[in-house]
């Protein structure tokens, strides 16, 4: 079902550059082309922001709004609107949607379909957004990539999935990187290093370490490359490093076009949407 409100300009989203079936399609927001004033602005002077998040401290009209400029551009009705907790939990779009709209949401950080018109969504505002599909268009799916869920498995959970729906291996899958924090601008502790350094496979453990650039003091503190992780939970699923693509934005530093809670604590929060066409 067609939504008749304004849509997104295309240079308002970013759009994944794979060679996939035409079925698919996807994109993610930045912070433009919304209505949403400061400090959930679009990133210019008197532009309006696009903040998708309802619990952003946000006008709940805004959000509103902008929910409908996004969901104009994906022509339905409705997406698969999570409440995303930084777990590894995996749902059905379809039923997600159903849920909604009895007014039932759904604590999940992926969610995965192969029906035409089904809307999966992640929010972020510096955790990784991962889209999957496979090359003949036959299933999709979102996954909302913090730490804790990219060391839990989040991404390989929901690659399992989308192979499963497609009816095809995991090598075959395509993967999308949306913007995240950059390897420059992610500065955790010890404790995180730890979490992936005992999640990791031992054939990828020192390749999983050395995505940790140390930074010296007490306690130890270290810039962390939440793309290259991703791209080794990838590849460690099955994925041909040749079908991932995106990985190259940093949302904390490029300001002008991507909330960031660790730059901003209060801020709004982008979308990365896929689907599948009739």
Known sequence: MTNQAAALHPDACLWPQW????????FVTT?????????????????????????????????AENRRRVLASTHMRDAA??????????EEAHAVIERLESGERTRADASVTDRAGVVCVVMTADCLPVLFCDGDGRAVGAAHA???GLAGGIVEKTGE?????AGGPAS???????????????????????????????GVRDATVAAFRPLGGTPAK????????????L????????????????????????????????TGRMAAMIWLAD
Do not use: M
């Open 19 to 26: 060679k996939v079936s035409p079925r698919v399609r996807a």
């Open 31 to 63: 912070r433009a082309g919304g209505v949403s004033a400061a400090p959930y602005d679009g990133g210019a002077p008197g532009a309006g922001g696009l903040n998708l998040g309802l619990s952003t401290g946000d006008s709940p009209a805004s959000v």
């Open 81 to 90: 609107w999570l409440e995303q907790i930084h777990g590894t939990q995996v």
């Open 146 to 148: 913090g730490w804790r």
């Open 161 to 165: 999935r989308v192979a499963a729906r």
């Open 172 to 202: 075959a899958l395509h993967a999308y990187l949306g913007p995240a924090i950059g390897p420059d601008a992610f500065e955790v502790g010890e404790d995180v290093l730890d979490a992936f350094a005992a999640a990791a496979q031992a």
């Open 222 to 233: 270290y810039f962390a490359d939440i793309y290259a992780l991703a791209r080794l939970r």
């Open 235 to 266: 590849a460690a699923l099955g994925v041909d490093p040749s079908r991932v693509h995106g990985g190259t934005h940093c949302t904390v530093t490029e300001k002008q076009r991507f909330y960031s809670y660790r730059r901003d604590r209060v």
